[in-house]
């Protein structure tokens, strides 16, 4: 069973850069068959793709978020990591790490975590 | 890149059947057969329920279904029961240059 999950700050001031982790466990993060995505829900709305990093190394991003997004994959620690810089209060979300199986359809997700973006 | 069109409500009695509706471009919905539907409960993750348009992962119950005409796609919840009353997204992917996953606004449904 796979599990994933989400740690860094809770709390990110304006201007600087959110850097979160989201560690795997029960299986390899260097399957060849495996992608993984970020996803975040602001509080009260919806669903927000942020972007995705596929086995090869491969990332696709938001356009919106493109300038300002950085994924990457760490198999020896078997860790998936996301950088947001400039952030702005707009950033305040719950964030999700996810398998993404294909597509953008993402059977196991991590639990969560809430940043908030405040001086 | 907008994101697909939910309705932003629905609701049904037990038992009976409700479809939620998700409309996009021909960029996303109706060029790729990569859409995906996500229950999400209160404080939870999102769970996949529907991918590839159709498909259901293993333990999802088969009153879940999937369809897609056009630029169109759709989740019908079949039996409804208590525990549906949820949060459900769709998604899709967008192909072309700058290829990437969107979402739709989310639809709430409520069990009368």
């Known amino acids: 069973q796979l599990q994933l999950q989400e740690s860094g700050p809770g709390v990110v001031r304006p201007s600087e850069t959110l850097s979160l982790t989201c560690t795997i466990s029960?299986?390899?993060?260097?399957?060849?068959?495996?992608?993984w995505a970020w996803i975040r829900q602001p509080p009260g709305k919806g669903l927000e793709w942020i972007g995705s990093i596929v086995y090869s190394g491969g990332t696709f991003y938001n356009p919106s978020l493109r300038s300002r997004v950085t994924i990457s994959v760490d198999t020896s620690r078997s860790q998936l990591s996301l950088k947001l810089t400039s952030v702005t209060a707009a950033d305040t979300a719950v964030y999700f790490c996810a398998r993404d199986q294909n597509g953008g359809s993402c059977p196991d997700w991590g639990q969560g975590t809430l940043v908030t973006v405040s001086s | 890149q907008s994101a697909l069109t939910q309705p932003p409500s629905a609701s049904g009695s037990p038992g009976q059947s409700v479809t939620i509706s998700c409309t996009g471009t021909s960029s996303d919905v109706g060029g790729y057969n990569y859409v995906s539907w996500y229950q999400q409960l209160p404080g939870k993750a999102p769970k996949l329920l529907i991918y590839d348009v159709t498909k259901r992962p293993s333990g999802v119950p088969d009153r879940f279904s999937g369809s897609k005409s056009g630029n169109s796609a759709s989740l019908t919840v079949s039996g409804l029961q208590a525990e549906d009353e949820a949060d459900y997204y769709c998604s899709s992917y967008v192909g072309a240059n700058n290829a990437h996953v969107i979402f739709g606004g989310g639809t709430k449904l409520t069990v009368l």
């Open positions: 029960g299986d390899s993060v260097n399957r060849r068959n495996y992608n």
